[in-house]
């Protein structure tokens, strides 16, 4: 039971150590994962459109 306490304990002091971000913080980096997915699916469009072509042409 002592185990189960301290452990308890330690979780504890442990979540008040967590520095949580800002919602600046939050909001810039959802902003910039959104544009670079999207660029990361245009680049990925283009590529597979591109193969897809050459792939029709040569077949």
Known sequence: MK???????????EWFKIVWPSRDAVIRATIMILIFSGLAALFFFVVDS???????WIF
């Open 50 to 56: 591109g193969l897809n072509a050459l792939v029709g």
């Open 3 to 13: 185990k189960i306490l301290d452990y308890i304990k330690s979780v504890r002091s």
